[in-house]
């Protein structure tokens, strides 16, 4: 937590009280955001949380799916990859300017396909859409969670490397930009459902928990 906030004062972001505006949030991902029928999703967890907190937030996106906490926009495609992601999403972000996004987007690629290289150039591809259209925007990488679905998913250690040293590189030029490591702490086997992917409801919360810390570190508790 200490560590965001001072990478926060570094980059010149100033922390406002949450009770001073409507903070809006984008997910932005595959169907580990967009959430599934048969396995759990960190939206509804994570607006949960900030509801409890006394956070004033409202979820934004192109794409509704309901839940106990109610309709929670996201852009969220299931069975796309960040190419796919970084061709689309751009231009829904123009009709809903976030403050903040939450990227996790590495999966729905194949190992011995090499795809680090272009999945951190599908992020960049993202991250300076975003902040043409919105210059304040703060986006938050996430580097991804772990699956158990071998080979095909073994390159993601490699991908949170690439992504983690992205965002530092951004944050040379004071861009608004933080890493986020939902690898840590997760367990491919254990939190996630049978397929080694999708993360049960465990996973969902461990996933919603490290969303909140970033975020709590971003926008000041209500007074």
Known sequence: MRTICALLSSLGLSLTHAAEKVWTIMPVGDSITEGGDTFSNYREPLARRLKTAGYSVKFVGSRERTSTMGVLAHEGYGGKNSAFLAKIVPQNYQKYRADIVLLHACHNQFANQGPVPGLVRDHQSMIDSFRRSNPDVIVLVAGPI????LPKYSYLPAACEALELMVKNYQKTHAKVIFV???????AKKDTITDMVHPNAK????MAERWFAAISSIIDRPQ
């Not at 772990?146 to 679905?149: I, L, T, V, W």
């Not at 996973?203 to 461990?206: C, I, T, V």
């Open 146 to 149: 772990p699956s158990a679905k």
């Open 181 to 187: 490591d939902q690898s840590v702490g997760f367990d």
């Open 203 to 206: 996973g969902a919360e461990k």
